[in-house]
């Protein structure tokens, strides 16, 4: 499987252990993969997730599926619960991409998955982002969502997003992040 041939296109990929993944990639050479990540092997990058190429079972092109969600088969997927599920800092990479879908699909899972996420808010900003450290987290568990970060990367996408859906997704997502401040 040529991973090249996948650069900057929507894809299912089939993970080894039997997982899969849909959304935007882009292609990591080798040369790039070592320099960057440690590992000499090309990869695909679906932000927040790495897949190298031992890791990757299939990769099917969406480019040509028109369907109710796009080219994706469901209105969000196992890369945004996953997102959720590990806090903060993985849903800061999706909102700091430029991929409007990815962002509206991690905006449609938060709000599915509203309950879950308010029940593991933490109030500020990560110990890190002042200058604490922390221990490192097992990476199966949940990691944190800090109510601060998260405020802030909402009011961010409704100053500067350019997509008006967004804007309107994540404002309403605030709303009732400030609705359920108010209860509690």
Same mark, same amino acid.
């Given at each position: 499987?040529? #991973? $090249?041939? @996948?650069?900057? +296109? *929507?894809?299912?990929? /089939? /993970?080894?252990?039997? &997982?899969?993944?849909?959304?935007?990639?882009?292609?990591?050479?080798?040369?790039?993969?070592?320099?960057?990540?440690?590992?000499?092997?090309?990869? =695909?990058?679906?932000?927040?997730?790495?897949?190298?190429?031992?890791?990757?079972?299939?990769? /099917?092109?969406?480019?040509?599926? +028109?369907?109710?969600?796009?080219?994706?088969?469901? $209105?969000?997927?196992?890369?945004?619960?996953? *997102?959720?599920?590990?806090?903060?800092?993985?849903?800061? &990479?999706? @909102?700091?991409? &430029?991929?409007?879908?990815?962002? #509206?699909? =991690? #905006? !449609? *899972? %938060?709000?599915?998955? @509203?309950?879950? =996420?308010?029940?593991?808010?933490?109030?500020? %900003?990560?110990?890190?982002?002042?200058?604490?450290?922390?221990?490192?987290?097992?990476?199966?568990?949940?990691?944190?969502?800090?109510?601060?970060?998260?405020?802030?990367?909402?009011? !961010?996408?409704?100053?500067?997003?350019?997509?008006?859906?967004?804007? $309107?997704?994540?404002?309403? @997502?605030? &709303?009732?992040?400030?609705?359920?401040?108010?209860?509690?």
């Amino acid at each position: 499987m040529d #991973l $090249k041939n @996948f650069d900057g +296109k *929507c894809v299912r990929i /089939t /993970t080894s252990w039997g &997982e899969v993944y849909e959304g935007i990639v882009s292609y990591d050479s080798r040369e790039y993969a070592l320099h960057e990540y440690g590992r000499d092997q090309e990869d =695909l990058h679906m932000v927040p997730i790495l897949f190298f190429k031992d890791d990757i079972h299939s990769v /099917t092109s969406l480019e040509d599926v +028109k369907g109710p969600y796009g080219h994706y088969s469901e $209105k969000y997927g196992l890369l945004e619960r996953k *997102c959720l599920a590990w806090g903060t800092d993985m849903m800061e &990479e999706v @909102f700091d991409s &430029e991929d409007d879908i990815q962002m #509206l699909r =991690l #905006l !449609a *899972c %938060m709000n599915d998955h @509203f309950q879950s =996420l308010a029940d593991r808010a933490v109030p500020g %900003m990560a110990p890190w982002r002042s200058g604490d450290s922390v221990a490192e987290d097992d990476e199966n568990e949940q990691g944190p969502v800090y109510m601060g970060e998260l405020e802030g990367m909402l009011e !961010a996408l409704v100053r500067h997003r350019q997509n008006e859906e967004v804007v $309107k997704e994540a404002k309403g @997502f605030l &709303e009732r992040l400030a609705a359920y401040s108010a209860e509690g």
